[in-house]
Protein backbone atom coordinates (compact mmCIF):
# COMPACT_ATOMS: atom_id res chain seq x y z
CA UNK A 1 0.00 0.00 0.00
CA UNK A 2 0.86 3.58 -0.75
CA UNK A 3 1.25 5.64 1.97
CA UNK A 4 0.81 8.96 1.63
CA UNK A 5 3.05 11.97 1.26
CA UNK A 6 3.82 13.92 4.80
CA UNK A 7 3.22 17.58 3.81
CA UNK A 8 4.62 20.58 5.06
CA UNK A 9 3.32 22.00 7.98
CA UNK A 10 1.61 25.52 7.40
CA UNK A 11 3.83 28.48 7.50
CA UNK A 12 2.35 30.07 10.75
CA UNK A 13 2.82 26.34 12.62
CA UNK A 14 6.34 26.09 11.54
CA UNK A 15 9.18 27.98 13.88
CA UNK A 16 10.32 30.78 12.22
CA UNK A 17 14.19 29.91 13.43
CA UNK A 18 13.62 26.57 11.10
CA UNK A 19 14.91 26.82 7.67
CA UNK A 20 12.05 25.78 4.97
CA UNK A 21 12.98 22.74 2.79
CA UNK A 22 13.32 25.76 -0.41
CA UNK A 23 16.06 27.30 1.23
CA UNK A 24 18.68 24.27 2.50
CA UNK A 25 17.82 22.76 -0.91
CA UNK A 26 18.92 25.50 -2.67
CA UNK A 27 22.42 26.58 -4.00
CA UNK A 28 23.46 29.11 -1.36
CA UNK A 29 21.35 27.14 1.54
CA UNK A 30 23.49 23.95 1.17
CA UNK A 31 26.84 26.85 0.58
CA UNK A 32 25.71 28.47 3.83
CA UNK A 33 25.83 25.12 5.34
CA UNK A 34 28.85 23.96 4.76
CA UNK A 35 30.78 26.83 5.89
CA UNK A 36 28.83 26.81 8.74
CA UNK A 37 29.98 23.01 9.10
CA UNK A 38 33.27 23.59 8.28
CA UNK A 39 33.68 26.34 10.61
CA UNK A 40 32.55 24.49 13.67
CA UNK A 41 34.81 21.42 12.71
CA UNK A 42 38.07 23.62 12.46
CA UNK A 43 37.15 25.51 15.69
CA UNK A 44 36.84 21.96 17.72
CA UNK A 45 40.33 20.72 15.69
CA UNK A 46 42.04 24.38 17.18
CA UNK A 47 40.52 24.26 20.65
CA UNK A 48 41.65 20.38 20.79
CA UNK A 49 45.31 21.36 19.14
CA UNK A 50 48.44 23.12 20.39
CA UNK A 51 47.32 26.00 18.10
CA UNK A 52 44.79 27.33 20.48
CA UNK A 53 45.54 30.54 19.60
CA UNK A 54 44.32 30.30 16.23
CA UNK A 55 40.84 29.33 17.33
CA UNK A 56 39.24 32.60 17.43
CA UNK A 57 39.11 32.99 13.63
CA UNK A 58 36.78 29.79 13.01
CA UNK A 59 34.75 30.74 15.94
CA UNK A 60 34.07 33.90 14.54
CA UNK A 61 33.72 32.67 10.88
CA UNK A 62 30.88 30.21 12.52
CA UNK A 63 28.86 32.69 13.93
CA UNK A 64 29.07 34.76 11.06
CA UNK A 65 28.04 32.20 8.49
CA UNK A 66 25.17 30.98 11.62
CA UNK A 67 23.73 34.60 11.16
CA UNK A 68 23.84 34.71 7.18
CA UNK A 69 22.42 31.65 6.98
CA UNK A 70 19.59 32.64 9.46
CA UNK A 71 19.28 35.83 8.11
CA UNK A 72 18.16 34.59 4.65
CA UNK A 73 16.96 31.20 5.75
CA UNK A 74 14.07 33.54 7.67
CA UNK A 75 14.53 36.09 4.97
CA UNK A 76 15.66 38.81 7.39
CA UNK A 77 17.63 40.17 4.14
CA UNK A 78 14.47 41.15 2.31
CA UNK A 79 13.04 43.52 5.51
CA UNK A 80 16.43 44.64 6.45
CA UNK A 81 16.60 47.05 3.32
CA UNK A 82 19.11 49.27 4.43
CA UNK A 83 22.02 46.99 3.95
CA UNK A 84 23.08 45.03 0.60
CA UNK A 85 23.41 41.88 1.25
CA UNK A 86 25.22 40.50 -1.49
CA UNK A 87 27.85 42.98 -1.37
CA UNK A 88 27.91 42.07 2.60
CA UNK A 89 28.08 38.37 1.85
CA UNK A 90 30.67 39.09 -0.88
CA UNK A 91 33.02 40.55 1.51
CA UNK A 92 32.34 38.13 3.93
CA UNK A 93 33.31 35.46 2.10
CA UNK A 94 36.40 36.73 0.55
CA UNK A 95 37.61 38.02 4.18
CA UNK A 96 36.92 34.32 5.53
CA UNK A 97 38.87 32.45 2.42
CA UNK A 98 42.27 34.87 2.69
CA UNK A 99 42.35 34.88 7.05
CA UNK A 100 41.44 30.40 6.65
CA UNK A 101 44.18 29.98 3.73
CA UNK A 102 46.66 32.27 6.33
CA UNK A 103 45.76 30.40 9.53
CA UNK A 104 46.07 26.95 7.38
CA UNK A 105 49.79 27.56 6.80
CA UNK A 106 50.90 29.10 9.73
CA UNK A 107 48.92 25.83 11.58
CA UNK A 108 50.90 23.47 9.08
CA UNK A 109 54.38 25.20 8.98
CA UNK A 110 54.48 26.15 13.04
CA UNK A 111 52.58 23.46 14.73
CA UNK A 112 52.97 20.03 15.09
CA UNK A 113 50.50 17.58 16.67
CA UNK A 114 47.51 16.12 14.57
CA UNK A 115 44.67 18.28 15.39
CA UNK A 116 46.30 21.35 14.35
CA UNK A 117 47.12 19.31 10.94
CA UNK A 118 43.68 18.63 11.12
CA UNK A 119 42.39 21.79 11.70
CA UNK A 120 44.88 23.22 8.50
CA UNK A 121 43.58 20.78 6.17
CA UNK A 122 40.14 21.78 7.39
CA UNK A 123 41.08 25.16 7.11
CA UNK A 124 41.73 24.99 3.35
CA UNK A 125 38.43 22.90 2.77
CA UNK A 126 36.95 26.12 3.95
CA UNK A 127 38.89 28.39 1.72
CA UNK A 128 38.00 26.21 -0.80
CA UNK A 129 34.01 26.24 -0.04
CA UNK A 130 34.17 30.39 0.54
CA UNK A 131 36.05 30.73 -2.22
CA UNK A 132 33.28 29.00 -4.48
CA UNK A 133 31.22 31.17 -2.82
CA UNK A 134 32.82 34.40 -3.44
CA UNK A 135 32.98 33.19 -6.71
CA UNK A 136 28.96 32.47 -7.51
CA UNK A 137 28.46 35.94 -5.24
CA UNK A 138 30.73 37.87 -7.58
CA UNK A 139 29.05 36.53 -10.99
CA UNK A 140 25.86 37.21 -9.46
CA UNK A 141 26.94 40.87 -8.63
CA UNK A 142 28.16 41.52 -11.92
CA UNK A 143 25.09 40.17 -13.52
CA UNK A 144 23.28 42.55 -11.64
CA UNK A 145 25.30 45.50 -12.59
CA UNK A 146 25.05 44.62 -16.14
CA UNK A 147 21.71 44.26 -15.52
CA UNK A 148 21.16 47.81 -14.12
CA UNK A 149 23.49 48.97 -16.91
CA UNK A 150 22.01 48.08 -19.56
CA UNK A 151 20.80 50.16 -22.61
CA UNK A 152 19.64 49.09 -26.25
CA UNK A 153 20.24 51.60 -27.66
CA UNK A 154 24.23 53.09 -27.75
CA UNK A 155 24.83 56.64 -28.17
CA UNK A 156 25.20 58.16 -31.18
CA UNK A 157 28.65 58.30 -32.61
CA UNK A 158 29.91 61.26 -34.32
CA UNK A 159 31.78 61.30 -37.95
CA UNK A 160 34.97 63.00 -38.05
CA UNK A 161 33.32 65.46 -40.02
CA UNK A 162 30.84 66.84 -37.91
CA UNK A 163 33.25 68.11 -35.38
CA UNK A 164 32.01 71.76 -34.15
CA UNK A 165 35.42 72.66 -32.13
CA UNK A 166 37.54 72.55 -34.76
CA UNK A 167 38.78 75.56 -36.60
CA UNK A 168 38.81 74.78 -39.76
CA UNK A 169 39.15 77.94 -42.48
CA UNK A 170 38.24 75.58 -45.51
CA UNK A 171 35.20 77.52 -45.99
Known amino acids: MDEPERAEPPAAARSPL ?17 EWVVSLITFICY ?6 ALMSVPLIEFLWA ?6 YSTKLNKQLKGIFWPLLDFIRCVSAAIIYFVISLVAVSKY ?4 SKAAAVL ?49
Open 18 to 34: IPGREFLASRKGQLLLG
Open 47 to 52: VASTAV
Open 66 to 71: LFTFFA
Open 112 to 115: SCAA
Open 123 to 171: GFIATIVYAFDFYIIFNDLIEFLKKGDSTDEEPPRRKSGDDDDTDSDSD
